[in-house]
């Protein structure tokens, strides 16, 4: 869930796309619940290469709420198989973060 995060979104993307470049792993996807943001333009931030067909951004009004935010995004995740993490858009990410999260989930 986000609200005006412009920089951290942006911050969350060029570490996911080091990541991903590094490893060669594309087998994810993310999901954005954001809440009228006023700072950043979301669908053109992730209209990268690598995250054009990878991303959803749930739009929601109203106060931001963390959990109304991750109760509609969890919504989006198309299969009861696939592997769900939460990540906070600040944090530096390990480049085998995506390997590290399969390792514990299975």
Known sequence: PVKDQGRWVYHFI????????????????????????????LGKAFDTSLLHSRHTIVSLKGRF???????KAVERVPSEHDILFLFDLHIDQPVDIMDSVRKVSW
């Open 65 to 71: 709420s963390r959990t109304i935010g991750l109760s």
């Open 14 to 41: 060029n570490e996911l796309t080091v990541a991903s470049l590094l490893t060669g792993d594309k087998n994810f996807h993310v999901i954005v619940a954001e809440f009228e943001s006023e700072d950043i333009d």
